[in-house]
């Protein structure tokens, strides 16, 4: 195989870096190239950016998959790699690779201009000791993400022990999102979705994870409101996207209802707690834990270590705070079920519901109420998820309430998730503001901010879109 000469002098600078090395190779065309960077066996770590204007290509070296155009990151381990693929116009995608890269591999006779290009930049100087705020999924993912990179971590949490907020749900669903118009919330919760069942496999091969009984993937239901389903078939229709990611099911195929919707094959199930105690564990000794220890301000911290990352939902904005940000408290209360009946898949939409086969219970909700005025579980609350579950399922059984729980969510102006460097304030970070989706972005973020603490940001402008933000005037 007749390889570039820009692929063998990459190689050379790859060989004499041992931190994290940026490709941009804007023709992937059949991913030779890319295959002999990962036969290719320095210690540092290979990011590999890329473009293919084919968008049903079957990745060489990765599970034959039909790719829907747009953004497509790939987390390969075990060649101490990643690919972000995007499949779409060339133009498009070398306006979406923004940050800086270390090298470019082209066809001699069809070298892109360099203007089109960011060439090599020199990055910051990675970190070496960080501090995390918040002992929950966000906080957790984020200390995980450092550790890998051999950056000492010290996590604080107010509590005694991890996940007491909102990660301390008894489960919790993730799928990706469908929008008319492909929105980028929906872009970026497929994503998200990659990073969260690559991360939930990778504790599950530790052996910190159970599949099964710690999570799953059975398939999700997002039922559609009958004055709703003819636009969301249309809007399938529209998407295109592979049924292996999400097709329209009718009334009565899977469950018992009245009403049709969306099903996800691969969307899934976690237990929140054992996910964030699995990321602890994970981390080894470079995680230095600091339960019940309240942060009220984050200089002496920003003096103590070189980075600092805010992962404690509603409070971030208070610790760092950001000009003309509106960010919202919502409450939810969830409603614990004796199971009578099982339903085989997670179910959300009209009614939201997860059994974990192992269990004798199955969980109904989540109420939405704002303002917070605490998070004392009430009736009402009970009483309203249990009718919305009725309502979308009349025929299906449901048992007594065993118990309910209560937890805060943090939503951003537009529902998307704060990610990144906080302005005005360097070296301090966020991931924050997930939302009812903080099993999706959780991964994702902590990923993002460990790109930025080591000094090799990918500045993509799909992601550009999540850092910590004020309202556009």
Request: glycine share 8%; net charge neutral.
């Amino acid at each position: 195989m007749h390889l570039p000469e820009s692929f063998h002098t990459a190689c050379a600078s790859w060989l004499a870096s041992d931190g994290v090395f940026t490709v941009l190779d804007p023709n992937f065309a059949d991913g030779a190239v890319f295959c002999a960077f990962l036969n290719t066996k320095p210690k540092g770590r290979l990011r590999y950016l890329s473009v293919t204007d084919h968008p049903k290509l079957a990745l060489p070296a990765l599970p034959n998959q039909r790719l829907a155009p747009g953004l497509h990151y790939f987390d390969l381990p075990q060649f101490n790699a990643e690919l972000h693929l995007w499949v779409g116009p060339a133009k498009a995608g070398l306006q979406e690779f923004q940050g800086p890269v270390n090298a470019f591999v082209h066809a001699d006779a069809e070298r892109p201009p360099a203007r089109r290009l960011n060439l090599p930049q020199t990055p910051t100087n990675p970190i070496r000791s960080a501090a995390v705020i918040g002992a929950g999924i966000a906080g957790s993912s984020v200390a995980l993400a450092l550790c890998k990179q051999g950056v000492q971590v010290h996590l604080f949490d107010s509590a005694s022990e991890p996940a007491t907020g909102a990660s301390g749900n008894w489960v919790g669903a993730f799928h990706p999102h469908i929008t008319r118009g492909d929105s980028p919330l929906s872009r970026l919760s497929r994503l998200g979705f990659d990073h969260t069942v690559q991360a939930l496999g990778e504790l599950t091969g530790q052996g910190l994870l159970e599949k099964g009984k710690d999570w799953d993937t059975p398939g999700h239901l997002q039922t559609v409101p009958l004055d709703e389903a003819a636009r969301m078939r249309e809007t399938l229709l529209q998407l295109n996207f592979p049924e292996e990611l999400v097709r329209w099911v009718a009334p009565n195929e899977l469950l018992p209802s009245t009403l049709g919707g969306l099903f996800f094959p691969q969307g899934g199930w976690v237990k929140p707690a054992r996910w964030v105690q699995a990321n602890l564990q994970a981390c080894g000794s470079l995680l230095n834990t600091h339960y019940n220890s309240p942060v009220s301000d984050l200089e002496m911290l920003r003096q103590q270590h070189d980075a600092v990352v805010v992962c404690c939902a509603e409070q971030s904005i208070v610790l760092a705070p950001i000009e003309g940000a509106r960010v919202g408290s919502v409450k939810g209360q969830i409603s614990k079920l004796r199971a009578v009946a099982v339903p085989k898949v997670v179910l959300s939409g009209e009614s939201y519901a997860i059994a974990p086969p192992d269990e004798n219970w199955m969980v109904l909700g989540a109420t939405y109420e704002r303002p917070v005025l605490d998070l004392t579980p009430t009736p009402q609350a009970d009483n309203d998820n249990i009718a919305r579950f009725k309502a979308a399922f009349p025929d299906w059984p449901v048992g007594e309430l065993l118990d309910h729980r209560c937890a805060v969510r943090s939503v951003w102006h537009d529902r998307l998730p704060a990610i990144g460097p906080v302005p005005g304030m360097p070296g301090v970070y966020m991931s924050t503001g997930f939302a009812s989706r903080g099993l999706l972005w959780a991964t994702l973020g902590g990923w993002m901010v460990a790109n930025h603490c080591m000094g090799q940001p990918l500045s993509i402008r799909l992601l550009e879109k999540i850092k910590p933000r004020g309202v556009r005037a």
